[in-house]
Every structure is written in C-alpha cells, then in structure tokens.
C-alpha cells in the first residue's frame, strides 16, 4: 500500500514563527502536493514538485514556500505564520502521468492552528 | 460557474439505504473521475477512479459517469455507519495525478 505520512497531526504556532511542514512518501511516486483544506472552501492546492528541486505554483502560494530536496520528501514552509493560515494541511503523491492509472494519495494531514 | 460543483449536504440516511452521491462539472475535457472519502481528522483514502463515461462496480459502491450531462455519482448500497465521512469528488484532465479538480465534498450520516 501507499503510505504518505506528515511529521505532525496537530500543531500550533505563534503569528510571525517560521513553520516547516513535513510529508514523506515511501512509494517513489514522482510527484508531490501540498493543499490546505477550510470549511466551505474545499482542497486547495498551494503548490506542487513533479521532481527533485521542481516545484509549481498552485492555486494559493502566497505566504508558503516548498522544498524537495529527496524524492521521497517534500517539505511546506509558512515563513511568517498567520492566523489566516489556520487550517488543515494535506499532502499527496502520485505517479507520473503515463506510468500507470494511478491518482493521488494523501496524508493524514497536519492541523495547524497560528494564535 | 464553479468548474465542479457538489451539494455540501448533510445527507443522512438509515443503515441499509442506497445512498446517491453526485457532482456537476462544467468543463467537457476532464477524463479522468474519481471518488475519495474522508473520515473526520483524517485525510482523504481513494475509494473509486473511473475513465471517461461508463459505470464501475467495486463491492457496495458503484460509480457513474455521463459526460454527455457532465454529472457523476457514486451510489452506497446497503449503507452502514461505517459509510459516515465525507465524500469528494475529483476530476482531472490527464491520467495520473496532477493538477486534480476537487469537489467541496458531501457530508454522509448514516444512523443505526
């Protein structure tokens, strides 16, 4: 089976900390996500790595950053965390697209709460 | 108009009812339509991928794709408390895994 895991479940941080966020998966899917999930307003994604040191811009990236420096790790930075960045954080990996049907799996998530 | 839209619910149900899940989509180029379910707290497990139009079946859960209407549905036959989670649906223009459209999910309660 495929197994993302995210180093927290829970998390809470002062506004202007620096968060780092982990997610590991152990199936050398190429690709990884990181969405943020709110009440009302569903998965969005904030950015997403196709391969080692590549990364892509999702629908909302401002106030976050990413780095994968290992395939099989990709990492979520809050440089100055917010209040406005209290919410859940998903990561997901997938196969690249022409290499099998597959589709993307995610983690248990980490909640993170900015007071 | 949203690219894909889902009722929120909360949809609740007796154990063994059928249960009707369904999500609209605007855009005529996705080909790739999947089911996820989400237990509260946790995050989202794959339940059911499905290419183009057609029906799959896998044990109690049967989804549904009509790309002519541009709907899809996942129907829950005999319903358990177990089935109680939300359910999103996903859709995506290339196989594989990036760039995945999501639905708001829909919140399923079923009762003993």
């Known amino acids: 089976d495929v197994k993302v895991t995210q180093s927290s479940r829970y998390l809470v941080k002062r506004t202007g900390e620096k968060v780092f966020l982990e997610c590991v998966q152990d199936m050398d899917h190429e690709n990884m996500f990181w969405y943020r999930q709110d009440p009302g307003l569903g998965l969005r994604l904030i950015y997403f790595?196709?391969?080692?040191?590549?990364?892509e811009k999702g629908d909302i990236p401002e106030g976050y950053s990413v780095s994968r420096e290992k395939k099989e790790r990709f990492s979520l930075i809050l440089e100055s965390a917010s209040t406005n960045q209290t919410s859940m954080y998903l990561c997901a990996s997938s196969h690249q697209p022409g290499l099998s049907t597959d589709t993307q799996y995610f983690g248990p998530g980490t909640r993170l709460t900015v007071l | 108009q949203k690219e894909v839209e889902q009722d929120p619910g909360p949809l609740s149900v007796p154990e063994g009812a059928i249960v009707s899940l369904n999500c609209t989509y605007s855009?005529?180029?996705?080909?790739?339509f999947m089911w996820y379910r989400q237990y509260s707290r946790k995050g989202p497990e794959l339940l059911m991928y499905?290419?183009?139009?057609g029906n799959k079946e896998d044990g109690r859960f049967t989804a549904q794709v009509d790309k002519s209407s541009k709907y899809i549905s996942l129907f829950i036959r005999d319903s358990q408390p177990s089935d109680s989670a939300t359910y999103l649906c996903?859709?995506?223009?290339?196989?594989?895994?990036?760039?995945?459209?999501f639905g708001k999910g829909t919140t399923l309660s079923v009762s003993s």
């Open positions: 499905t290419y183009s139009s």
């Open positions: 790595s196709y391969d080692v040191k590549m990364k």
């Open positions: 855009n005529s180029a996705f080909q790739y």
């Open positions: 996903a859709m995506s223009f290339n196989q594989a895994g990036t760039a995945l459209i």
